[in-house]
């Protein structure tokens, strides 16, 4: 089957898992898709310097149902990127190419978002890695490095014309960090001149909000990022709304107390107690959002050491808010 055909199938369901470094582990991603019907996951990035040195580790695990899941690669060096790439055909049913992070440390070393300032490199890359493999290729970037530098359309041309057979774009400059508000409408501008898929990404955070940015920017699909923090609900909810109608509200407090234990569980599971609850202590904003007194318990759960520790300060605090 022909790439392009593959992505078809492979994005069917119109709404994905954002890659984000550090959170979208094997974890989060078996929940989303417990929680989901045939959205596509994709895994935190993986620096390819990292994966040539190491070759994987606990980033790289995957269970059957995760499919379809897309593996995104971060680098500058094409042939490196290019072997990585082949290493992980046995895992991926897509490779993602990250041109779009945005942090100091990863542009510094001319990855991420740093490619959009060198569109040469930049489709060398996607060039090398698409001669290399036998499976789908896609690029996350940006609107541009800053506001002075919206090359956006031009970059996606470029990517596509190297053989990208798939896109997806956050509403943001490089500059904006995460700060500000993606700009919806000006991914409308991509899309109108590529002719692979695009997928749009940035401050999706609801149903609603999923299905204004897909029609302000035209989009065939939205990548949920953030929002899916402490909703492990939400992309199979906007899968659902999108494809059948049905609207799904989002989970209770309890509900999403009841996800942070099940959380916790596996991330201890997978990386034993000390490792797992200190990694899970991220996502207790996001969990606890809506909380009477969460800041307070947020600042005392942080300080427990253990699994039964965690849960019962939870667990109390719950009651507690009840009475």
């Known amino acids: 089957m022909q790439a392009r055909e593959r992505v078809k199938e492979l994005i069917s369901s119109r709404v994905s898992l954002a890659p984000m470094a550090g959170i979208t582990d094997y974890v989060l991603r078996s929940l989303i898709r417990e929680n989901s019907g045939s959205a596509l996951l994709t895994t935190e990035m993986i620096s390819s310097e990292f994966l040539t040195q190491s070759k994987g580790g606990d980033i790289l695990m995957r269970n059957e149902n995760h499919s379809p899941i897309s593996y995104q690669l971060s ?44 569109v040469e490199l930049a489709q060398e890359i996607v060039r090398v890695v698409k001669s290399n493999i036998d499976l789908p290729l896609s690029v996350k970037f940006r609107l541009g490095y800053t506001f002075d530098e919206l090359n956006f359309v031009e970059y996606g041309q ?20 995460y700060g500000g ?20 990404n940035g401050d999706i955070v609801s149903i609603e909000t999923a299905e204004q940015c897909l029609e302000e920017s035209g989009a065939d699909g939205v990548a949920v990022g953030r929002g899916a923090l402490g909703d492990i609900t939400l992309i199979g909810r906007i899968e659902k709304y999108l494809n059948s109608g049905i609207y799904q509200a989002p989970p209770t407090l309890e509900e999403k107390v009841e996800a942070l234990k099940e959380h916790l569980r596996r991330e201890v599971e997978l990386r034993g107690e000390n490792i ?3 990694f899970v202590r991220k996502f207790y904003p996001y969990y606890l959002n809506g909380f009477t007194g969460a800041s307070k318990l ?18 109390s605090a719950i009651m507690c808010a009840k009475q």
Request: positive net charge; aromatic residues 6%.
């Open 158 to 177: 470029k990517m596509q014309e190297a053989g990208a057979d798939f896109i997806t774009i956050h509403g943001r400059t490089r500059s904006q960090m």
């Open 75 to 118: 680098g500058h060096k094409p042939w490196m990127i290019a072997e990585c790439a082949k290493y992980l055909e046995k895992y991926a049913d897509m490779i993602d190419i990250n041109m779009g992070c945005p942090v100091n440390k990863v542009v510094k070393g001319t990855d991420g978002c740093a490619l959009m300032r060198n």
């Open 181 to 200: 508000k993606a700009d919806w409408k000006k991914i409308a501008e991509l899309k109108k001149n590529v002719d692979i898929p695009v997928f749009a």
């Open 298 to 315: 947020r600042g005392e759960v942080v300080l427990l050491p253990t699994l039964k520790e965690v849960i019962e300060k939870i667990d």
């Open 276 to 278: 797992g609850v200190k």
